[in-house]
């Protein structure tokens, strides 16, 4: 029997406010991640969202700076374009039936993108079927992209075939985020992600790289939810840099995490976060495949 080869990339959503990215990231994922919103972060994008499948593996994300509205905006755009061209393996950007877009340094970075860019004209619902081809005539001309959809992410009119689209343009490449980890235990998953943010953070050179994140406790009880999670390092001297002077290395570490972990889950949140010294993690197989070594 023969195997479809393994897709996996990242699917950069961008766009202004309130053009729908969040209703189309829903209409996109479906029910099957509930867990996922918006305030997730990772290191290398704010994740919005994974589609697991048997043979792909879709990550949908954006960058904190993009939800800013007003004059902010402009720039968290460009600096939004700059992450999506190193990063991005699509970029989705959504625009409404309304929008007439003014920034055409935007614009014109995105042309230069070296990936598909999919422009989507969404809430077709609100227009006719002459306005929505005005829309499409105009951001043909003024951008050329490499596909234009128009779509309705509220009414899931246009999301099958554009989902078609993304999975005949994702590159073949193994799973990013371990897909055992992500249905079974996807908040424990998100937590350890957040901690390796603020490792990424808080400590210079080979520290960083030097930890691993295990997360051994997540209770959720009524009002508050309690984790302990660990970080293992290989040596003793690295354990006395993450900890720091008087613990207050650990401790700022420990409070950015449970600030952010606070607005993902929209609860209080206890964290008990330890270090240990293990010198053998670098061979520990889910270690391996996080970083896509195996699957
Ligand atoms: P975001 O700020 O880009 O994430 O936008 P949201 O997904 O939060 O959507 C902003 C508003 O537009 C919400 O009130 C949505 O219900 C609405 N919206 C999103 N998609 C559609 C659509 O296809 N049709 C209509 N009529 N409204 C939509
Ligand atoms: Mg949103
Ligand atoms: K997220």
Same mark, same amino acid.
């Given at each position: 029997? /023969?195997?479809?080869?393994?897709?996996?990339?990242?699917? /950069?959503?961008?766009?202004?406010?309130?053009?729908?990215?969040?209703?189309?990231?829903?209409?996109?994922?479906?029910?099957?991640? $509930?867990?996922?919103?918006? &305030?997730?972060?990772?290191?290398?994008?704010?994740?919005?969202?994974?589609?697991? +499948?048997?043979?792909?593996?879709?990550?949908?994300?954006?960058?904190?700076?993009?939800? &800013?509205?007003?004059?902010? *905006?402009?720039?968290?755009?460009?600096?939004? %374009?700059?992450?999506?061209?190193?990063?991005?393996?699509?970029?989705?950007? %959504?625009?409404?039936?309304?929008?007439?877009?003014?920034?055409?340094?935007?614009?014109?970075?995105?042309?230069?993108?070296?990936?598909?860019?999919?422009?989507?004209? #969404?809430?077709?619902?609100?227009?006719?079927?002459?306005?929505? #081809?005005? !829309?499409?005539?105009?951001?043909?001309?003024?951008?050329?992209?490499?596909?234009?959809?128009?779509? $309705?992410?509220?009414?899931?009119?246009? %999301?099958?075939?554009?989902?078609?689209?993304?999975?005949?343009?994702?590159?073949?490449?193994?799973?990013?985020?371990?897909?055992?980890? *992500?249905?079974?235990?996807?908040?424990?998953?998100?937590?350890?992600?957040?901690?390796?943010?603020?490792?990424?953070?808080?400590?210079?050179?080979?520290?960083?790289? $030097?930890?691993?994140?295990?997360?051994?406790?997540?209770?959720?009880?009524?009002?508050?939810?309690?984790?302990?999670?660990?970080?293992?390092?290989?040596?003793?001297?690295?354990? +006395?840099?993450?900890?720091?002077?008087?613990?207050?290395?650990?401790?700022?570490?420990?409070?950015?995490?449970?600030?952010?972990?606070?607005?993902?889950?929209? !609860?209080?949140?206890?964290?008990?976060?330890?270090?240990?010294? #293990?010198?053998?993690?670098?061979?520990?197989? &889910?270690?391996?495949?996080?970083? +896509?070594? $195996?699957?």
């Amino acid at each position: 029997m /023969s195997q479809a080869p393994h897709k996996a990339g990242f699917v /950069s959503i961008v766009g202004k406010p309130n053009v729908g990215k969040s209703t189309l990231m829903n209409a996109l994922v479906g029910e099957k991640l $509930s867990i996922i919103t918006s &305030k997730a972060q990772t290191t290398r994008h704010r994740i919005m969202g994974i589609l697991n +499948g048997d043979d792909f593996q879709i990550v949908y994300s954006d960058t904190p700076g993009i939800i &800013k509205p007003q004059y902010a *905006l402009h720039e968290s755009m460009m600096s939004f %374009v700059r992450t999506s061209l190193e990063d991005a393996d699509i970029i989705l950007f %959504v625009t409404d039936i309304y929008e007439k877009h003014d920034e055409d340094d935007v614009i014109k970075r995105l042309q230069h993108a070296q990936v598909p860019i999919l422009l989507l004209i #969404n809430k077709i619902d609100q227009a006719t079927e002459e306005e929505v #081809n005005e !829309k499409v005539a105009y951001w043909q001309e003024k951008m050329n992209p490499t596909e234009i959809h128009p779509i $309705s992410a509220l009414h899931n009119f246009g %999301v099958e075939p554009l989902f078609a689209r993304l999975m005949a343009l994702l590159p073949e490449h193994p799973a990013f985020y371990p897909k055992d980890e *992500l249905t079974d235990k996807p908040e424990r998953f998100f937590v350890s992600e957040i901690i390796r943010e603020k490792i990424f953070l808080n400590y210079k050179k080979e520290i960083p790289y $030097s930890c691993e994140v295990v997360v051994e406790e997540f209770k959720e009880e009524e009002d508050i939810i309690r984790i302990r999670a660990e970080i293992s390092v290989e040596r003793k001297s690295q354990k +006395g840099i993450v900890i720091g002077h008087k613990g207050e290395a650990l401790k700022k570490v420990g409070t950015q995490a449970r600030l952010d972990m606070e607005q993902f889950f929209q !609860k209080k949140i206890f964290l008990d976060l330890y270090v240990r010294v #293990n010198e053998n993690w670098r061979t520990d197989q &889910k270690l391996l495949r996080r970083f +896509g070594y $195996s699957e």
